[in-house]
């Protein structure tokens, strides 16, 4: 009851707030037991720390840069110090190519139904520039870049949704960080983006990130959620919890 009043004073509720705010959830499929997945690599540079698996399809090992694998007598997966998971390639003794082929289709359906969502919620809000910004439930369209060159705030109850579809590049500045407010969850929120992420030194996302291209995450940058690319994700120290 006190959420739902603190959620009413915010200006954030327009109906009764026993139902959940925002776009019905994007279903992940079987990607969504990988906090990294990749198809052309994913690299570090050391020491990055990563919660959750890793997997790389359909590259095979060669794919997976700095992180010293150890591969396990199975032959099906390796670890590395730097990942709290397991590491995954398509290289790797079966089934773990099938499954991985498996996960990498999930992730490209799972990216066409988040950017194919229509009627959205806001439009270009305030040209892309989202520092300083509270951001309430619901389906975002921006038909250029976002960026965030100060901290901004991701508000809604634990049940909200949110899909940030962006056409251009995703980026945040150095040190600029996203909060989560009230009860959000990083789970109910995808940032599905056309171009590259880059996300500066020292800065945060909360979410599942869809990319089309390349993410970036830079020294000291840190994101809770999931960092799902077309393409490649390269860390530099940085640290990832699903």
């Known amino acids: 009851m006190l959420a739902n009043i603190v959620y009413i004073a915010l200006g954030l509720l327009s109906v009764d707030s026993a139902f959940a705010i925002g776009p019905s959830a994007v279903n992940l499929g079987t990607a969504a037991g990988f906090t990294i997945l ?56 079966s089934p ?60 809604g109850l634990l049940t909200d949704t949110w899909i940030f579809q962006v056409s251009g590049t995703l980026t945040l ?27 500066g030194a020292s800065s945060h996302l909360e979410g599942v990130v869809l990319s089309k291209a390349t993410i970036t995450a830079q020294t000291g940058s840190s994101v809770n959620g999931r960092l799902l690319s077309q393409t490649n994700v390269a860390l530099q120290v940085a640290t990832i919890v699903d």
Do not use: C, H
């Open 173 to 199: 500045s150095a040190a600029a960080r996203a909060t989560l407010s009230v009860g959000a969850l990083s789970k109910n929120i995808v940032w599905v983006v056309s171009g590259s992420v880059n996300l």
């Open 96 to 155: 773990t190519p099938s499954q991985l082929t498996t996960a990498v289709s999930d992730m490209n359906t799972a990216f066409t139904d988040a950017v194919g969502r229509v009627n959205p919620s806001f439009t270009n809000l305030n040209n892309g520039a989202i520092g300083g910004l509270t951001l309430k439930p619901g389906l975002y369209k921006w038909t250029g870049g976002v960026t965030a060159a100060s901290g901004f705030t991701i508000s």
């Open 38 to 93: 990749a198809e052309t690599g994913i690299s570090t540079v050391p020491p990055s720390a990563i919660t959750g698996n890793i997997g790389v399809s359909p590259i095979a090992a060669i794919g997976l840069t700095g992180f010293s694998l150890t591969a396990d007598p199975s032959g099906t997966f390796s670890t590395s110090n730097q990942v709290v998971g397991k590491v995954f390639a398509a290289s790797f003794t």
